[in-house]
Structures are given as structure tokens and as C-alpha cells.
């Protein structure tokens, strides 16, 4: 497993868990958004800035884009 699937893996669950949905609505909403593949592209920038700026950052991705998760 790459390391940048191994990172992506970490945002997904620390994404589900600062927003208490489940590990496979975050899944299929960072497939759908294409947040999944921004992570994997921008790897070296992301993990160096750190966790919350990721989420952050996909957080305000999601927000532009008018995604959301499934309540």
C-alpha cells in the first residue's frame, strides 16, 4: 500500500470521526466530490501542513461544491 493511500485512509476516518458519520458515507462522499483524488495528487503538500489543515481544506472543497453527507 502507497503512503499516499495510507494518508487518504487517515482523512477518511478522522473526517468521519470529527463529523460522527459513518466510515462508508465518508468513503462514497470523497469519491463523489473527487476528494479522494486531491488527497492522492496534493499528498506532499497535505500531510506536511497536517490533519486539520486537510480537513479543513476539504471541508471548504465540499462547501464549494455543495456537497454533503447523507443525514
Not at 3 to 15: A, D, N, V
Not at 36 to 54: R, V
Request: a negative charge; one cysteine or more; hydrophobic letters at 30%.
Amino acid at each position: 500500500m502507497s503512503i499516499e493511500l495510507e494518508y487518504l485512509i487517515y482523512c477518511i476516518e478522522e473526517y468521519k470521526r470529527r463529523h460522527g458519520i459513518s466510515g462508508k458515507e465518508t468513503y462514497l462522499l470523497f469519491e463523489r466530490s473527487g476528494s479522494s483524488q486531491y488527497i492522492l495528487d496534493h499528498y506532499d503538500a497535505l500531510h506536511t501542513a497536517g490533519i486539520e489543515y486537510t480537513l479543513d481544506d476539504i471541508e471548504g472543497m465540499l462547501q464549494t461544491i455543495g456537497a454533503r453527507t447523507m443525514d
